[in-house]
């Protein structure tokens, strides 16, 4: 098993360091091939996420790349809805009713739409111009709220659909702090959704440490090789593998 971990942490690296597509949107999934239980592979994602985003974090906001007040608008939605939605799954699992059919699929809907978002990725800078004001405020946090109910339940959509957010509601903001405060809401994110399936038992850390000791050279070999395979072939083909496994997900196939 350590072996196809390894493997499946090297493939999602690669993947990652090719594209720059979050992990979740990949991981979750192919811990769910590999058969993880749903649930597990969510939790445990989640942990793996928050180790992974550490340093980038860290590293974004030394360098200046974190616009915190937008970070903490993102958060007032989103840590509020991920702990809702890690209370509800404990409700269901406290009565005896196994959640993972649910996870599986609120996974689906997130891997769709995070597929539609980088379908959409090259035209988001050319949306509608910010709300400002208490309106532009709120409708941040709203968004936050569903990025971070999306997460808690499936690990999938904190970088991406966080991305799209700020390049909206926040055109302001240059590229290199798009990512930055994006990485920092979804560092954080990640936590406070991880602790709360590790609560739940749906983390397995022996799982973890192979996937970091495979991704790690991963993600080296596919940022090597970006630029090679032009965006206008990965971007429509990253989101049509989304897409499918979306489909799957959502309809229970892949997952049984």
């Known amino acids: 098993m350590d072996a196809v971990l390894l493997s499946t942490g090297f493939l999602v690296g690669a993947m990652v360091g090719l594209t720059g597509v979050g992990g979740g949107a990949?991981?979750?999934?192919?811990?769910?091939?590999?058969?993880?239980?749903?649930?597990?592979?969510?939790?445990?994602?989640?942990v793996y996420a928050a180790v992974t985003k550490s340093a980038g974090a860290v590293l974004h906001h030394v360098k200046g790349n974190v616009c915190w007040p937008v970070v903490r608008l993102?958060?007032?939605?989103?840590?509020?809805?991920?702990?809702?939605?890690?209370?509800?799954?404990?409700?269901?699992?406290?009565?005896?009713?196994?959640?993972?059919?649910?996870?599986?699929?609120?996974?689906?809907i997130a891997l769709l739409l995070t597929s539609v978002v980088i379908f959409l990725g090259p035209w988001l800078r050319r949306a509608e111009q910010?709300?400002?004001?208490?309106?532009?405020?709120?409708?941040?946090?709203?968004?936050?709220a569903l990025i971070g109910a999306l997460v808690a339940a499936s690990?999938?959509?904190a970088g991406a659909l966080g991305a799209a957010l700020l390049l909206v509601r926040h055109r302001s903001l240059p590229a290199i702090r798009?990512?930055?405060t994006d990485l920092a809401h979804a560092l954080m994110l990640a936590v406070v959704a991880g602790i709360g399936h590790w609560q739940l038992g749906a983390v397995d850390v022996g799982i973890v440490w192979p996937l970091l000791t495979g991704s790690l050279p991963g993600v080296l070999v596919g940022a090597r090789l970006a630029g090679s395979i032009p965006e206008s072939v990965l971007r429509p083909a990253m989101a049509v593998l989304l897409m499918l496994l979306g489909v799957?997900?959502?309809?229970?196939?892949?997952?049984?």
């Open 130 to 144: 910010p709300t400002r004001g208490v309106s532009g405020r709120w409708s941040t946090a709203a968004a936050g």
């Open 155 to 157: 690990s999938v959509g």
């Open 74 to 108: 993102m958060a007032i939605g989103s840590l509020p809805a991920a702990v809702t939605a890690i209370w509800f799954l404990g409700w269901l699992q406290e009565r005896g009713f196994d959640y993972s059919p649910f996870v599986t699929t609120v996974l689906g």
């Open 248 to 256: 799957g997900f959502s309809l229970g196939g892949v997952a049984n």
């Open 178 to 180: 798009v990512v930055g």
């Open 26 to 46: 990949l991981m979750t999934p192919a811990l769910v091939l590999c058969g993880v239980p749903p649930a597990t592979a969510v939790g445990t994602d989640l």
